[in-house]
């Protein structure tokens, strides 16, 4: 069965430092998303992506975060000078058709800042 | 202000049981999604519904759009439906975004 695939699983960085999340979403889907699990809460949406540009964003999705899809496979999300609050897991979605097709979900990557 | 609304919270069930989860939307939406989440983190997708009634194995969702409240059953509970279920519904008129409630946590025991 088609996987996302996400890259770390776990992360660790200094606060002050840029971290990039990399997702590679299943190949013949067209609309992606990142979203944040704060530990011990719901999930939050950050952002959506879809013919290479962003069509959504939530207001956790400030100046220090950004999105790309630099080569139609990878898609990645940076956040530019980590805080400690930007500790959480983070999911990158995918999905084919929004009308009729359910999210696959990568595995996540948990962002530790310190 | 909670616009997804999941009970109960906490659900301890003895394996073989009938399992009910609520959730409760306050906003128009156009699809609402049952989701797993295993102790490691990961997301699994059970169900998207926009109308009517799922089923799946032993699983089953059913959505009110009227009333805006969406069950989801599992029969002949097992340890291993153990997990977080969690609701989340499509706002109309999104580019398909989801909002969660909290989740459900589920145990099943032995």
């Known amino acids: 069965e088609p996987e996302v695939t996400q890259t770390p699983s776990h992360q660790v960085t200094q606060m002050g430092q840029e971290v990039i999340l990399r997702c590679v979403p299943i190949?013949?889907?067209?609309?992606f998303y990142w979203y944040r699990q704060i530990l011990g809460q719901k999930v939050e949406f950050l952002v959506s992506f879809y013919n290479n540009e962003i069509s959504e964003k939530s207001e956790i999705f400030d100046d220090q975060f950004s999105v790309e899809r630099p080569d139609g496979s990878n898609f990645t999300l940076k956040i530019r000078s980590t805080k400690l609050e930007d500790s959480a897991m983070y999911f990158c979605?995918?999905?084919?058709?929004?009308?009729?097709?359910?999210?696959?979900f990568g595995s996540g990557t948990r962002l530790t800042v310190v | 202000k909670n616009e997804v609304e999941q009970s109960p919270q906490n659900l301890t069930a003895q394996e073989g049981e009938f399992i009910t989860i609520n959730c409760s939307y306050s906003?128009?939406?156009?699809?609402l999604h049952w989701l797993q989440q295993h102790p490691g983190g990961g997301i699994v997708s059970l169900f998207m519904l926009s109308s009517g009634k799922k089923k799946h194995g032993r699983l089953i969702a059913t959505i009110n759009i009227q009333e805006k409240h969406s069950s989801l059953h599992i029969t002949a509970s097992h340890p291993r439906d153990s997990a977080v279920y969690i609701c989340?519904?499509?706002?109309?008129?999104?580019?398909?975004?989801?909002?969660f409630g909290k989740g459900t946590k589920l145990s099943v025991k032995p």
């Open positions: 906003v128009g939406i156009s699809a």
């Open positions: 979605a995918s999905r084919a058709d929004r009308a009729i097709g359910g999210y696959t």
């Open positions: 989340a519904v499509e706002v109309g008129g999104s580019q398909g975004n989801l909002i």
């Open positions: 190949s013949n889907h067209l609309y």
